[in-house]
């Protein structure tokens, strides 16, 4: 069921391992058939080394297991929940990455310091909330899926312009239109909170709002002309 989709998650997933984002078990990646309403996470705590395509576990969106001999992800709530409040993506990543983890746990925005970042999102990649006590001691992980969404919605941001989040004391999770896209949008993501600590550090402000519209639109926009497909 969904071989090829495994095969793409199972690659996205040592995806991260290839861009230096995640050691041991750390992070997994998902990607979703629409049509199906079914979607494929990588299991949980198997290292990379020995994972294969076979291991991926084929998920429901109603969180049920449909195929596979482990167990899912700890973190497929979460997963599950983005697949149904941002109905435009196709895959989901999460990793432990230290530049953007050390802004989650500082409970801070990454702001749009320059066109490096606005080449990637349209504004800053938001922190969330911290989650309750109620909502850690409950289903944390689908919790966590809604705080993300809420997030979204309260700040009235576009996820298909700004493809990541930080999980306050957690870390970030982004996506795009199919895995292998989600897990390139995780390392995009490190070197944008890599730059961001260090400009912070020497006291840059924000890049202005005419560099950033023109950069992000140039390669994102209806318009665009960045690069070959244009």
Not at 116 to 125: L, M, Q, S
Not at 172 to 179: K, M, S, V, Y
């Amino acid at each position: 069921m969904l071989e090829k989709l495994k095969e793409e998650v199972y690659r996205a997933n040592l995806d991260l391992v290839k861009y230096k984002l995640v050691i041991f078990t750390w992070g997994n990646v998902s990607g979703i058939d629409r049509e199906s309403g079914l979607f494929v996470i990588k299991p949980s705590g198997v290292d990379y080394d020995k994972l294969t395509p076979a291991d991926m576990v084929v998920m429901s969106l109603d969180g049920k297991k449909v195929e596979g001999d482990m167990n899912p992800s700890s973190d497929t709530p979460t997963h599950l929940e983005l697949y149904k409040r941002f109905p435009g993506i196709g895959g989901v990543a999460h990793t432990h990455s230290e530049f953007a983890v050390a802004f989650a746990q500082a409970g801070l925005d990454i702001p749009p310091y320059g066109t490096t970042h606005a080449d990637f999102a349209y504004g800053a990649i938001p922190c969330t909330r911290d989650l309750s006590q109620a909502e850690i001691e409950g289903e944390y992980e689908l919790n966590t899926g809604k705080v993300i969404a809420e997030c979204f919605e309260t700040r009235n941001i576009d996820y298909n312009a700004v493809p990541a989040v930080l999980v306050h004391s957690h870390g970030p999770f982004t996506w795009g239109g199919d895995a292998a896209a989600a897990a390139k949008n995780s390392a995009v993501l490190e070197e944008v909170s890599k730059m961001a600590y260090l400009s912070r550090t020497l006291g840059a402000d924000e890049a202005s709002r005419a560099i950033r519209k023109k950069h992000y639109l140039r390669k994102h926009g209806a318009n665009a002309y960045y690069g070959q497909g244009n």
